[in-house]
């Protein structure tokens, strides 16, 4: 079974800092709330439709995002021994993942070879460079798989993180180079309301019509950016614009225009790209798109697992519809960007880093349990209870290939 049209209440993912991120589960009432909003929200979401087909992004004749999984009797690049880098609730190894097949497998373009990442060449490249990953959770995760990489040339040391280990930048001191971690879940100006259980006080609330000055801020000093949306997207908040509220996406007793979370991610790109495009300076930007989740038989909340040791064929996922929707939106929104910049040279800078297609074949590389050490046997009836992270990845794991596409595209080899 692959993943379903589905919305889940607020999960702690993403909020937390270093060793303090994931909650204990939410509280029966949080679930309770979360079964209320999924039914009200279905009908809507089956009446959705992707809005864009996606751009021909290719190598020559080979585009790098249509391909396989193939074994690759190797083995990763680098382990939870070699790298130090890696957060305690994405190493999956030192947590007790027993099975290591899921190491084995490599990225396979029809048509032509990925090349694996090569951190002497890229750091050369990268000399008096810096880059700035700007997102979520995932962005983090991601992060972690390019610092391993890297970190076999040369170990970075880490200059500066704000309290909550959200906010962070390592420097490589031999190549005067820099990578920085920028925590802004919604691209846009935000107020959170939530506990370090990740449980909600009160709804979030969304400035659609200005972008979150964590970022913008820092954008002149990046040479290289990759920048993505994801699930914070789908939790309940209410809608500003102009200084007033226009609306919500599963606001109870409000009394507002439900205007869901579509809306929201469609107009934030509008923000984000136009920005982008107005912007005098010009780094690269890789537009990276949504990284599918692998729930079965429930979710985060409720008992959802991700059990499966070997990746999907051709054929075997099934989108769901909310994925579907997402990605549609993110298409849509890059190739408007892509049309204005059409004539200018800037568009060779926008560029497509399209990980979900290799990343719904990867139901396999997610954390599931073993975000903390494993603590019940294996057998044990208690082992039901615990809560699986289904979303993010294991490090190292299959988001080691997105880091072999950056490499590929932005030294365009």
């Known amino acids: 079974m692959g993943s379903s049209a589905r919305w889940s209440p607020p999960s702690p993912w993403g909020l937390r800092g270093a060793g303090k991120w994931w909650g204990s589960g939410g509280s029966v009432a949080v679930k309770a709330i979360g079964c209320l909003l999924l039914a009200g929200i279905t009908f809507r979401l089956l009446c959705s439709v992707p809005s864009s087909t996606p751009p021909e992004i290719t190598k020559g004749k080979c585009n790098l995002f249509n391909g396989e999984w193939v074994p690759n009797p190797l083995g990763p690049a680098y382990t939870n021994a070699s790298c130090q880098f890696i957060d305690d609730h994405q190493n999956c190894m030192m947590n007790g993942r027993p099975d290591m097949g899921y190491l084995h497998w490599r990225w396979k373009p029809y048509g032509c070879d990925l090349p694996p990442f090569d951190g002497v060449r890229f750091l050369d490249a990268m000399r008096n460079k810096a880059w700035g990953l700007i997102g979520d959770s995932i962005l983090r995760n991601q992060v972690q798989s390019l610092i391993c990489l890297l970190s076999k040339v040369e170990e970075p040391v880490e200059v500066y993180h704000d309290k909550e280990f959200r906010n962070r930048r390592w420097y490589f001191g031999s190549y005067n180079f820099t990578i920085s971690l920028v925590w802004t879940p919604f691209l846009i100006k935000s107020e959170v309301f939530e506990n370090e259980n990740g449980e909600s006080t009160s709804e979030i609330q969304l400035q659609l019509d200005i972008l979150d000055a964590t970022w913008t801020s820092q954008y002149e000093s990046f040479d290289y950016i990759i920048i993505s949306g994801g699930q914070w997207f789908l939790k309940t908040a209410v809608y500003w614009e102009k200084g007033k509220v226009v609306g919500c996406h599963n606001c109870r007793n409000k009394n507002l225009i439900e205007l869901g979370f579509e809306h929201l991610y469609r107009r934030t790109f509008q923000e984000v790209f136009s920005f982008i495009i107005s912007s005098k300076h010009k780094p690269v930007v890789f537009f990276r798109t949504w990284s599918p989740d692998h729930f079965e038989n429930g979710e985060w909340f409720n008992g959802g697992t991700c059990k499966r040791v070997s990746p999907y064929k051709k054929g075997e996922y099934r989108e769901g519809y909310m994925e579907r929707v997402m990605r549609g939106i993110e298409l849509e929104a890059f190739n408007k960007a892509v049309a204005a910049l059409m004539g200018s040279v800037d568009v060779e800078r926008l560029k497509l880093l399209d990980t979900y297609s290799l990343s719904f074949l ?52």
């Open 362 to 413: 990867r139901p396999d590389g997610h954390v599931g349990p073993y975000r903390t050490p494993f603590p019940f046997a294996k057998g044990s009836k208690n082992s039901a209870s615990v809560q699986n992270d289904c979303l993010h990845w294991c490090v190292p794991g299959p988001i080691d290939a997105w880091s072999d596409l950056v490499m590929e595209m932005a030294l365009d080899r």
